[in-house]
């Protein structure tokens, strides 16, 4: 009888030990990064060339990230503007935090916007910063942001970073000549991967890398122009009685979305940034705001796997027998 219930128990722990073999040889990843460098806003009179230098202008700044691992979160916030006088003159202007969810098996440092890659473990992670910004320090305005997921066993993770929306390079000003131009130019270098990488057991993952950015310019709260550029050209609304020109270099609002089977995607990984620019003219006297929002974040899921599910079953229901057999057997011999 002892011998029957060791190799039962052999059979249970064999089980197990397959089901984990399993799941540490699959991979599902996704990662989404974006730094925009050498930001600069400018306001010429359209009537005398000059530069418009007295724009009074006001600003409020926002960044926050999360990364969320099977249920469990962490997530940072912060903000400040030229009302509270509480950005820092020195890089960075505005920072949190890194997110690293827990129960991550790797860790994503502060201020580090890499893309750590595939294949390190199962985490979720995220961070975001303001770097520079031409209101505050008289530089060129830079931001950064990345959000990155894997899973090596089953389960869901999720990560995103935010330079958000109504509250990111803010600026009201008024426009006291008849007609003025505006011009804004960036550099941009989005990277950005999904990959589902299955090896049996594992029958099914799913990952997705998404990456949004949208520039607003808005006259007393009325939206004049929405940019969101995607390479083509065809992402720009521009208001009756402006003219509006935008030059691309890419496309900063994708989606790559893989599985449920083994499949990989990937934009812009490893290049160089590129040239961006917008002009508008005819802009009349009148309070304008622009807002720059921009977000990167992933979603990774795994399912288990039905083999080893059964496998695990099976054993659990051979000891189950085993069990009732040998209290069967007990009572008989008393």
Same mark, same amino acid.
């Given at each position: *009888?002892?011998?029957?219930?060791? +190799?039962? $128990?052999?059979?249970?722990?064999?089980?197990?030990? *397959?089901? $984990?073999?399993?799941?540490? =040889?699959?991979?599902?990843?996704? /990662? =989404?990064?974006?730094?925009? +460098?050498?930001?600069?806003?400018?306001?010429?009179?359209?009537?005398?060339?000059?530069?418009?230098?007295?724009?009074?202008?006001?600003?409020?700044?926002?960044?926050?990230?999360?990364? !969320?691992?099977?249920?469990?979160?962490?997530?940072?916030?912060? =903000?400040? +503007?030229?009302?509270?006088?509480?950005?820092?003159?020195?890089?960075?202007?505005?920072?949190?935090?890194?997110?690293?969810?827990?129960? +991550?098996?790797? @860790?994503?440092?502060?201020?580090?916007?890499?893309?750590?890659?595939?294949?390190?473990?199962?985490?979720?992670?995220?961070?975001?910063?303001?770097?520079?910004?031409?209101?505050?320090?008289?530089?060129?305005?830079?931001?950064?942001?990345?959000?990155?997921?894997?899973?090596?066993?089953?389960?869901?993770?999720? $990560?995103?970073?935010?330079?958000?929306?109504?509250?990111?390079?803010?600026?009201?000003?008024?426009?006291? @000549?008849?007609?003025?131009? *505006?011009?804004?130019?960036?550099?941009?270098?989005?990277? *950005?991967?999904?990959?589902?990488?299955?090896?049996?057991?594992? !029958?099914?993952?799913?990952?997705?890398?998404?990456? @949004?950015?949208?520039? !607003?310019?808005?006259?007393?709260?009325?939206?004049?122009?929405?940019? =969101?550029?995607?390479?083509?050209?065809?992402?720009?609304?521009?208001?009756?009685?402006?003219?509006?020109?935008?030059?691309? /270099?890419?496309?900063?609002?994708?989606?790559?979305?893989? /599985?449920?089977?083994?499949?990989?995607?990937?934009?812009?990984?490893?290049?160089?940034?590129?040239?961006?620019?917008?002009?508008?003219?005819?802009?009349?006297?009148?309070?304008?705001?622009?807002?720059?929002?921009?977000?990167?974040?992933?979603?990774?899921?795994?399912?288990?796997?039905?083999?080893?599910?059964?496998?695990?079953?099976?054993?659990?229901?051979?000891?189950?027998?085993?069990?009732?057999?040998?209290?069967?057997?007990?009572?008989?011999?008393?």
């Amino acid at each position: *009888m002892k011998l029957k219930k060791t +190799s039962l $128990a052999t059979a249970l722990v064999a089980a197990l030990a *397959m089901g $984990a073999a399993g799941q540490a =040889s699959a991979s599902v990843y996704a /990662g =989404s990064s974006l730094d925009v +460098s050498n930001l600069v806003i400018g306001f010429v009179n359209q009537n005398t060339g000059a530069v418009i230098t007295n724009l009074s202008p006001n600003f409020t700044f926002n960044v926050e990230d999360s990364a !969320t691992l099977n249920g469990s979160t962490q997530a940072f916030a912060a =903000s400040c +503007s030229s009302l509270l006088g509480n950005c820092s003159a020195v890089s960075p202007v505005l920072a949190v935090n890194a997110a690293n969810a827990p129960g +991550s098996s790797l @860790t994503r440092a502060n201020n580090d916007y890499t893309l750590l890659g595939q294949g390190n473990g199962t985490y979720a992670n995220s961070n975001a910063e303001i770097t520079t910004a031409q209101l505050v320090n008289g530089f060129p305005s830079e931001s950064q942001q990345v959000a990155e997921a894997e899973l090596l066993v089953s389960g869901a993770g999720q $990560a995103s970073s935010n330079i958000q929306s109504n509250t990111t390079w803010t600026f009201d000003f008024v426009i006291d @000549t008849n007609t003025a131009l *505006m011009s804004l130019s960036f550099v941009a270098n989005p990277e *950005m991967k999904a990959d589902v990488s299955l090896i049996p057991p594992y !029958t099914s993952g799913l990952a997705q890398a998404n990456l @949004t950015t949208n520039f !607003t310019l808005s006259r007393e709260g009325v939206p004049l122009i929405v940019w =969101s550029p995607n390479g083509a050209g065809t992402g720009l609304l521009c208001g009756f009685g402006l003219t509006c020109n935008a030059a691309e /270099g890419e496309s900063l609002n994708i989606t790559l979305g893989v /599985g449920p089977e083994s499949e990989s995607a990937q934009h812009s990984l490893g290049t160089a940034g590129t040239n961006f620019s917008l002009i508008a003219q005819g802009l009349t006297e009148g309070r304008y705001s622009l807002t720059l929002a921009a977000l990167t974040s992933v979603n990774v899921t795994q399912v288990p796997e039905p083999g080893t599910l059964v496998l695990l079953g099976g054993a659990l229901a051979a000891l189950g027998v085993g069990g009732l057999r040998r209290r069967r057997e007990e009572k008989v011999a008393a």
